[in-house]
């Protein structure tokens, strides 16, 4: 299996441009997981799917991010319009979510993340 | 709501030597898991070492140990026998045993190994 593909793995954009970061979980998993890393407020989990629907989207910093689960096998982390403060590491992480009354899989498998720049 | 902190932000240590990384972690919930993730400068996430809390014994993946001390909230990573390519940064890390498998990061501890 190639793993959890994320691209791109640099992006460099304007200020006021659409940002759209992307994801190919692993095949088989069901779980899929955005994670944003900056210097001050460190790895923050933005938004997890769990069977393409989105279940807590709570740490989502504000209206102008939005992230979409169209299938197992892909997602888009959207930002509109970007801002410079939005300049981080982006990563998508992806797991098998146990199912009721099996031990829990604790196992998440990290994309290599894209780098974000708003300039 | 969890929270996990790594007290060192930065160390450095000559090659050979051994090292030990700090975490606390604060939580009402009897059972979870903790980990060690490493990032080196490729960016990459791996995940070095694991302990379940239920679990007494200490966690060891080759030269990778942990020292969980859980009535202290206390999940510290030593390093032995340290290599160039352990240079990284550290991250600590806490997942409930049951429900979602949302990670809660420590701030991180940027490891340096010295030739």
């Known amino acids: 299996d190639a793993g959890v593909i994320q691209s791109p793995r640099h992006e460099v954009t304007e200020m006021g441009q659409e940002v759209t970061l992307r994801c190919k979980p692993i095949?088989?998993?069901?779980?899929l997981f955005w994670y944003r890393q900056t210097m001050m407020r460190g790895l923050e989990l933005l938004i997890y799917?769990?069977?393409?629907?989105?279940?807590?989207d709570s740490g989502m910093p504000e209206d102008r991010f939005s992230a979409k689960m169209p299938n197992a096998s892909f997602s888009t982390l959207k930002i509109q319009p970007s801002e410079p403060r939005d300049s981080a590491v982006y990563f998508c992480a992806s797991s098998l979510a146990p199912m009721r009354g099996i031990r829990p899989n604790e196992k998440l498998f990290f994309g290599s993340g894209t780098q974000l720049s708003v300039l | 709501a969890q929270t996990v902190t790594q007290s060192q932000p930065e160390m450095s240590v000559q090659e050979a030597e051994t090292v030990t990384l700090s975490c606390t972690y604060d939580t009402s919930e009897s059972n979870y898991y903790l980990f060690w993730y490493k990032q080196p400068p490729s960016r990459q996430m791996i995940l070095v070492i694991r302990?379940?809390?239920?679990?007494?014994q200490n966690a060891t993946e080759n030269r990778f140990s942990v020292n969980f001390q859980k009535a202290a909230k206390s999940f510290s990573l030593k390093i032995s026998d340290s290599q160039l390519g352990d240079t990284a940064m550290y991250f600590c890390?806490?997942?409930?045993?049951?429900?979602?498998?949302?990670?809660?990061f420590g701030q991180g501890t940027r490891l340096t190994i010295n030739p």
């Open positions: 302990q379940e809390a239920y679990k007494q």
């Open positions: 799917f769990n069977n393409n629907v989105p279940i807590d």
């Open positions: 095949s088989g998993h069901n779980s």
């Open positions: 890390a806490f997942m409930k045993y049951r429900g979602a498998q949302k990670l809660v």
